[in-house]
């Protein structure tokens, strides 16, 4: 049995490779651009929707769907060599709302684009959109 022990990946493109060195890995993920997949705001979303306390200080106003590459296999460092693809992309909901903190984690680049679409989807549906794929009301 081999072991995978490393689990830092960066991107070439859209495709993870694996990087050994930890010191290039960290710079790498400093920056943001690296690392985003997608992001869409919804502003000025305070409704009778979003008015739950949320666990920050505050309410926030703005919903975001945010999707990035986390440069780091979230099945954990030590896994058997064979155990299916790593997992290094997230969607996440950001609202203080019915919503908030909702997410996925996916293995690729496209399927972490679709997954971020189906996200905006549920904010669009929560928010009373006539048309989700579309516009607001």
């Not at 999707?67 to 997230?90: A, K, M, N």
């Amino acid at each position: 049995m081999s072991l995978v022990s490393n689990g830092r990946y960066i991107l070439r493109g859209h495709e993870p490779v694996p990087c050994e060195d930890l010191l290039t890995w960290a710079t790498w993920l400093e920056d943001q651009d690296n690392t985003r997949v997608a992001f869409t705001e919804f502003p000025g979303c305070l409704t009778k929707l979003c008015t739950i306390p949320g666990p920050r200080f505050g309410m926030r106003q703005t919903a975001y769907v945010s999707t990035v590459f986390l440069g780091l296999d979230q099945r954990g460092p030590f896994r058997e060599e064979g155990s299916g693809p790593p997992i290094l992309f997230e969607t996440m909901i950001f609202w203080d709302g019915p919503l908030d903190t909702d997410g996925a984690r996916y293995a690729t680049w496209e399927e972490a684009e679709r997954g971020h679409e189906e996200f905006v989807w549920r904010v669009r549906i929560a928010l009373g959109a006539s048309d989700p794929l579309g516009g607001m009301n």
